[in-house]
């Protein structure tokens, strides 16, 4: 294994091509030129801060914010009470983003390869889950706070993160999906307005929910966005003097006909089970009963000849995230939702 102390000598910091250059990125310059040319070699261990401030004569201060861009870029790796190694040979893009989601979904999937398309050409995006496990989202964020220039994440816990988000400096930090409270500093934030948005569906359904007699809310308790859902669906009851009902879950006692049902299932098992329901009673989706998804998928356009659904927009997610890494911008917006009205309504 290669040392870099017995390469000291091969090259200068301070020699007349790199004087105008910062001296952290004249750091960074010297490593990689050293890892270009074969003299480190993967693997290889770096020597402590204390031999690379007497051998470069650097402050410490300088000297780990050269080593913190060369593991944000992924070019060296730090291990916990070993050091400082190297992990690449060379890396070609500006960006390396950490990619944390709650859960692997058809729209989860879609917000990936969407941003993965976005910045194929200047970013490295590595994808993780923490499957709604504090623990895993804890550890998963902490072992990686030097890895990566930015942190793209969506929570959706029943624990407060915001003590450990708040470990990010707020520059590398974008939030998604949920907007979270309680983070510091200024950092992007790309949410769903879940409120908001069923009370702006349901207006625009007006329309068709009249020939129905009662508006009913699957509300999971076990969701951590219910509760925003639930005071948009009853602003809206209100509001329109519409009958309501919210139950927690889908049961033959509490089925019945002219009710529309409005579901956001994690992963659409209400959906099923209100349409085994309708079959089993020979009632017709769209016109003894209605059924409101939110979400879009392919499965939705096709089943019972289309749900009617109120769809976040995850590719306009996507591309908004893209905007605040490549654009440097910190943006805080609404994603857009949309309504599609099919059969089920």
Not at 9 to 28: C, E, F, S
Not at 185 to 202: M, R, V
Not at 294 to 321: H, Q, R, W
């Amino acid at each position: 294994m290669t040392s870099l102390k017995n390469l000291i000598p091969k090259a200068k910091i301070n020699d007349t091509n790199t004087g105008n250059r910062m001296k952290y990125l004249q750091l960074v310059d010297y490593i990689n030129a050293l890892i270009e040319s074969d003299q480190l070699h993967i693997g290889d261990r770096l020597p402590s801060l204390k031999q690379l401030e007497k051998q470069l004569g650097m402050s410490k201060e300088t000297l780990l914010k050269g080593l913190n861009y060369l593991s944000e870029k992924g070019i060296i790796e730090s291990v916990y009470r070993k050091g400082y190694y190297v992990r690449k040979k060379s890396v070609s893009h500006t960006y390396r983003v950490f990619l944390l989601l709650d859960k692997l979904n058809v729209m989860r999937d879609k917000l990936y390869h969407t941003l993965f398309d976005q910045l194929k050409d200047v970013a490295d995006v590595d994808v993780y889950f923490h499957h709604h496990n504090f623990k895993v989202f804890e550890n998963l964020i902490r072992e990686n706070l030097n890895g990566y220039t930015h942190f793209v994440i969506t929570t959706f816990l029943k624990e407060d993160p915001a003590e450990v988000l708040n470990l990010i400096p707020a520059q590398k930090r974008i939030i998604i999906d949920y907007n979270q409270t309680g983070l510091d500093g200024d950092y992007a934030c790309i949410y769903q307005d879940f409120e908001h948005d069923i009370y702006d569906g349901l207006t625009q359904l007006k329309n068709q929910l009249s020939k129905y007699k009662k508006l009913v809310l699957i509300a999971p308790t076990e969701a951590t966005h219910a509760r925003h859902v639930v005071e948009g669906f009853l602003r809206f009851c209100m509001e329109h003097e519409y009958p309501y009902a919210i139950q927690h879950e889908v049961g033959a006692g509490n089925f019945k006909k002219g009710n529309t049902y409005i579901t956001f299932s994690r992963y659409d098992t209400d959906d099923v089970a209100l349409i085994k329901l309708a079959r089993s009673k020979g009632y017709r989706l769209g016109k003894d009963i209605g059924l409101i998804s939110y979400n879009d998928t392919a499965v939705k356009e096709i089943l019972e000849d289309g749900i009617t659904v109120i769809s976040t927009d995850f590719e306009a997610m996507a591309k908004s995230v893209s905007k605040a890494i490549i654009g440097k911008e910190t943006v805080v917006v609404r994603n857009p939702t949309r309504v599609i009205v099919r059969q089920s309504l």
